[in-house]
C-alpha cells in the first residue's frame, strides 16, 4: 500500500458497492442503464488497489510436475509465513520498540543540549577573556601614548633648551672672541 498514507497492518474497508446497492437497490435498479458499467468501474478501482494474487496461486497446469515450479510455491510460501510471523511480532511488539527509539532519541537531544550550553558557555567566556585581554591592552596603549605624547614634548623642550645655550654659547664666544681680539691687539 504504498503511497496510501496507511501504516503497516491497517486495512482499509471500501464498501462503494454495499452503499451503491443501499442507494440503488435489488437487482431489478441493477439492471438499469449505466448502473452496470459504473458497478464494474467500482469494481475495477478496488481490485486495483490490492496487491495481485499471483504469488499465491499454485503453479499452472503445465508446470504441476515441475519440481523447480513447486519448490518456488513452497520458498513463496515459507516467505509468507515469515512475513506474517514478522507483522505478529510487529504488533506485539512494535510500540516498545518505538518507545524505546524515541527514549533514546531524548536522551541524545538531552546530551546534545547540554553539549551546546557547555560549548556556549565556553564560548562566552572566550569572549569574556578576549574582551578583558583587549580592555587591559587598551589602557596600556592610552598609558603608553600618553607616555610617548610627554617625552616627545619633553624631547622638544630639551631641543629648545639646547638650541637656546647653543645660542648663549654662540653669543658668549663672539663676545669672548672680541674681547680676545681687543686683548690681543692691546698686547701688541
Excluded at 513463496?76 to 506474517?84: D, E, L
Excluded at 596603549?141 to 622638544?156: F, P
Amino acid at each position: 500500500m504504498a503511497g496510501t498514507g496507511l501504516m503497516a497492518g491497517e486495512v482499509v474497508v471500501d464498501a462503494q458497492l454495499y452503499l451503491f446497492f443501499f442507494f440503488f437497490g435489488t437487482e431489478s435498479r441493477y439492471e438499469a442503464p449505466g448502473v452496470q458499467e459504473a458497478a464494474a468501474v467500482l469494481v475495477e478501482k478496488e481490485t486495483c488497489r490490492y496487491q495481485p494474487t499471483m504469488n499465491y496461486l499454485t503453479p499452472s497446469s503445465g508446470q504441476k510436475n515441475g519440481i523447480t515450479a513447486w519448490q518456488e510455491c513452497v520458498n513463496n510460501s515459507m516467505h509468507q509465513a515469515v512475513r506474517i510471523k514478522n507483522l505478529k511480532l510487529m504488533s506485539q511488539h512494535g510500540c516498545n520498540a518505538w518507545k524505546v527509539y524515541n527514549e533514546n532519541l531524548v536522551h541524545m537531544t538531552e546530551h546534545a543540549q547540554k553539549e551546546l550550553q557547555k560549548l556556549r558557555k565556553h564560548i562566552k567566556d572566550l569572549k569574556w577573556q578576549r574582551k578583558n585581554m583587549q580592555l587591559t591592552a587598551g589602557s596600556k596603549l592610552r598609558e603608553m601614548e600618553s607616555n610617548w605624547i610627554s617625552m616627545v614634548s619633553k624631547n622638544y623642550e630639551i631641543e629648545q633648551t639646547i638650541a637656546q645655550l647653543e645660542n648663549e654659547i654662540y653669543q658668549i664666544k663672539q663676545q669672548h672672541g672680541e674681547a680676545n681680539k681687543e686683548n690681543i691687539r692691546q698686547d701688541f
